[in-house]
Each structure stands twice: as C-alpha cells, then as structure tokens.
C-alpha cells in the first residue's frame, strides 16, 4: 500500500482526533465532575463516559475532514 494512500490519512486522522478528544474529554470530564460534585465513584464513571463520547466524537470529525481532504491535489 503507497504511504500517501487515502486510507492512511483517514486512519491517521481518525486516530489523532480520537487523542485529542480524549485529552479534552478528560480534562472537561474531570471538570464538571468536580463542578456538579457528582459523588463517589460516579465521578469515573462520568469521567470516562465524557472522555470517550469526546474522543469518538473529534475522531469522527477529523477522520472525515481527511476523507474530503484526501481528494484534493495541490
């Protein structure tokens, strides 16, 4: 498979968003879990619930921005 491939550069986009949006999840979780003071344990669960719903979300996003991207020659 050529290393510029299509599909390169939509896996690599898509992995990038996922580690961004969980960085940002993570740190937004943690935040409104000690805002709202959500109690006990409930406050992982949130946590992790934000952190992932973040992630799947900006891999989304940025894996079909490089799909659009890919068919662009400059």
């Not at 510029?4 to 898509?14: E, F, I, Y």
């Not at 719903?53 to 659009?68: C, D, K, P, Q, T």
């Amino acid at each position: 498979m050529a290393r510029d491939s299509c599909l390169a550069r939509v896996t690599a986009g898509a992995a990038v968003g996922g580690a961004v949006g969980g960085a940002v999840g993570a740190v937004y979780g943690t935040y409104e879990a000690i805002r709202y003071k959500v109690p006990g344990l409930l406050k992982i669960r949130y946590i992790g619930q934000t952190t992932l719903g973040s992630a799947a979300i900006f891999g989304l996003f940025l894996g079909a921005g490089s799909l659009i991207h890919c068919g662009k020659s400059y």
